[in-house]
């Protein structure tokens, strides 16, 4: 496994890897790897004749009061992860080199960036779509593969790369769980043992959702509803947002007679986690 921090060295090899006729798969992240991760990797291994990896904790996509510099990161750790699970390249740039000093170009996609995480952390998607665009462009992968948990920025991700014409596929992996189905997320860390089992709140909202649909209910009102009784019940987590929307528009669905995403997002003492599910009428 090769590390390398400069754009130059990094767009060189994996030019040379696809000149030679390899397929380039790309596992983009900020780092403090875990198995929802893993899973991307090994979903890359499985799709492309070589794997790129990039650890970056973007500040773009950070507000002034969030948690970018406590933001778990375990570099040496994350490596070897890397290199068991058969990554060949990881690309580990400064913010320096990301964000040259002047740098005033930004990548947005209007209006799905102003939803669900995007309403409550103004500015965060518009650092998420920048840093992968930036991404794309120096690795050139064929393949790009990200974790359905963060079903957002999925939408906006893959309406970015249709809209620009990027000739990359975007796959989409499905949510890594622990047993009792809290998702898995670099900020799971923060969690204290209290805060771990009242955490688990988010997972029974949306299996409630689920049951209330499979069941016959589709108003998105009495879905809602039904899930925000589950945090009432719940007094240490703080509710950001429950909705249920397309899953490509991110437009709330009155009524799910389609595929639908429900997701939640809220906050454990200070920490902020996301989950959500997919709604298959």
């Given at each position: 496994?090769?590390?390398?921090?400069?754009?130059?060295?990094?767009?060189?090899?994996?030019?040379?890897?696809?000149?030679?006729g390899a397929r380039l798969g790309?596992?983009?992240?900020?780092?403090?790897?875990?198995?929802?991760?893993?899973?991307?990797?090994?979903?890359?291994?499985?799709?492309?004749?070589?794997?790129?990896?990039?650890?970056?904790?973007?500040?773009?996509?950070?507000?002034?009061?969030?948690?970018?510099?406590?933001?778990?990161?375990?570099?040496?750790?994350?490596?070897?992860?890397?290199?068991?699970?058969?990554?060949?390249?990881?690309?580990?740039?400064?913010?320096?080199?990301?964000?040259?000093?002047?740098?005033?170009?930004?990548?947005?996609?209007?209006?799905?960036?102003?939803?669900?995480?995007?309403?409550?952390?103004?500015?965060?998607?518009?650092?998420?779509?920048?840093?992968?665009?930036?991404?794309?462009?120096?690795?050139?992968?064929?393949?790009?593969?990200?974790?359905?948990?963060?079903?957002?920025?999925?939408?906006?991700?893959?309406?970015?790369?249709?809209?620009?014409?990027?000739?990359?596929?975007?796959?989409?992996?499905?949510?890594?769980?622990?047993?009792?189905?809290?998702?898995?997320?670099?900020?799971?860390?923060?969690?204290?043992?209290?805060?771990?089992?009242?955490?688990?709140?988010?997972?029974?909202?949306?299996?409630?959702?689920?049951?209330?649909?499979?069941?016959?209910?589709?108003?998105?009102?009495?879905?809602?509803?039904?899930?925000?009784?589950?945090?009432?019940?719940?007094?240490?987590?703080r509710l950001d947002y429950i909705?249920?929307?397309?899953?490509?528009?991110?437009?709330?669905?009155?009524?799910?007679?389609?595929?639908?995403?429900?997701?939640?997002?809220?906050?454990?003492?200070?920490?902020?986690?996301?989950?959500?599910?997919?709604?298959?009428?």
């Amino acid at each position: 496994m090769k590390l390398v921090h400069s754009i130059a060295e990094t767009r060189a090899l994996c030019r040379s890897a696809r000149s030679s006729g390899a397929r380039l798969g790309l596992v983009p992240t900020m780092g403090a790897l875990h198995e929802g991760h893993l899973s991307l990797v090994k979903a890359a291994r499985a799709k492309s004749d070589l794997v790129a990896a990039s650890i970056f904790v973007n500040p773009a996509q950070f507000g002034p009061s969030e948690d970018f510099a406590k933001y778990p990161r375990a570099l040496q750790n994350d490596c070897a992860l890397f290199e068991q699970a058969g990554v060949e390249l990881v690309f580990v740039p400064s913010v320096e080199e990301m964000y040259p000093k002047g740098a005033v170009t930004w990548v947005v996609v209007e209006g799905l960036s102003d939803r669900l995480c995007g309403k409550s952390r103004p500015g965060h998607f518009r650092g998420v779509t920048t840093v992968v665009a930036k991404l794309f462009h120096i690795v050139e992968p064929d393949v790009a593969f990200f974790g359905q948990k963060d079903g957002a920025q999925v939408a906006i991700i893959q309406r970015a790369v249709r809209d620009l014409n990027m000739p990359v596929t975007i796959e989409v992996c499905p949510i890594v769980r622990e047993t009792d189905g809290l998702a898995i997320s670099s900020r799971n860390a923060y969690l204290s043992p209290s805060g771990r089992k009242s955490a688990l709140v988010l997972y029974r909202s949306l299996m409630r959702i689920q049951r209330l649909f499979a069941s016959g209910e589709h108003d998105s009102a009495n879905l809602i509803a039904a899930a925000k009784q589950e945090f009432a019940a719940e007094p240490a987590v703080r509710l950001d947002y429950i909705e249920v929307v397309d899953p490509e528009s991110l437009e709330p669905e009155t009524v799910v007679t389609r595929r639908a995403l429900a997701a939640v997002a809220a906050f454990v003492g200070q920490t902020r986690l996301i989950d959500n599910i997919l709604l298959e009428p």
